[in-house]
């Protein structure tokens, strides 16, 4: 089983929608958790932190639930600049602590 | 303004040859990391320093070597030891257990 696992995606949406993400990790001991965005042929970038008791930023609500190690990300009225590839990462007790990455859901909001 | 930077951003590599590629962060971080990442893949560590003069091996470091004589400075050496190195390298630093900082990235292709 891989440490990070996603949603595989795509995901088409038309504008306005409301997505939801799923990830789930293997590692139990895990306490970081992260939301990041990255643009075809960028960086990744930070969206948001993830925390216990769930947290809101804007249109973006990431909860966390450690019982069934599972994150998810909402995305509330898409707009067009919301398509990007979802990175769910988690850090991992191997490596001292470093972040393991799961493989991304693609987004792509359609007019 | 505080960040880090690759250099160069797109780097062409004849077989048999060793290249190094460049970061430099200027946000006072420990840790640094180097990931590749693959058309359509998630990111996967190649190395990882938490202090200056130490690195570890992350997933696949085998044909690649790092350097981190200064806390600023993490160069990747892509050596001719590495079979399939076209793709994606994208370098991170990171403080304590908080969020990792990406620089733009270097695209290496092998001709």
């Known amino acids: 089983r891989k440490e990070v696992e996603q949603d595989p995606g795509p995901f088409n949406v038309p504008e306005g929608a409301t997505v939801a993400f799923n990830c789930t990790y293997s590692?139990?001991?895990?306490?970081?958790f992260f939301w990041y965005r990255q643009d075809c042929r960028k960086e990744p970038k930070l969206l948001m932190s993830?925390?216990?008791s769930g947290n809101e930023d804007g249109r973006f609500t990431a909860q966390l639930n450690r019982a069934s190690q599972y994150i998810s990300l909402l995305i509330r009225d898409s707009k067009l600049s919301d398509s990007a590839t979802y990175l769910c990462?988690?850090?991992?007790?191997?490596?001292?602590?470093?972040?393991?990455f799961g493989p991304g859901t693609r987004l792509s909001v359609l007019p | 303004d505080g960040g880090i930077t690759q250099s160069p951003k797109y780097l062409f590599r004849k077989e048999g040859q060793n290249v190094t590629l460049s970061c430099e962060q200027n946000?006072?971080?420990?840790?640094m990391y180097w990931y590749r990442q693959d058309p359509g893949q998630g990111l996967r560590l190649i190395y990882y320093?938490?202090?200056?003069?130490?690195?570890q091996k992350g997933d696949i470091a085998e044909g690649y070597s790092v350097s981190r004589e200064k806390k600023e400075s993490f160069p990747l050496t892509v050596t001719s030891a590495q079979k399939n190195p076209t793709a994606f390298y994208l370098c991170?630093?990171?403080?304590?257990?908080?969020?990792?900082?990406f620089g733009p990235g270097t695209r290496l292709t092998v001709l």
């Open positions: 991170a630093s990171r403080m304590d257990y908080n969020e990792q900082f």
């Open positions: 590692n139990s001991a895990s306490q970081s």
């Open positions: 993830v925390y216990s």
């Open positions: 990462v988690v850090n991992s007790m191997n490596y001292g602590q470093n972040f393991v």
């Open positions: 946000l006072n971080h420990d840790a």
């Open positions: 320093s938490q202090i200056v003069n130490d690195f």
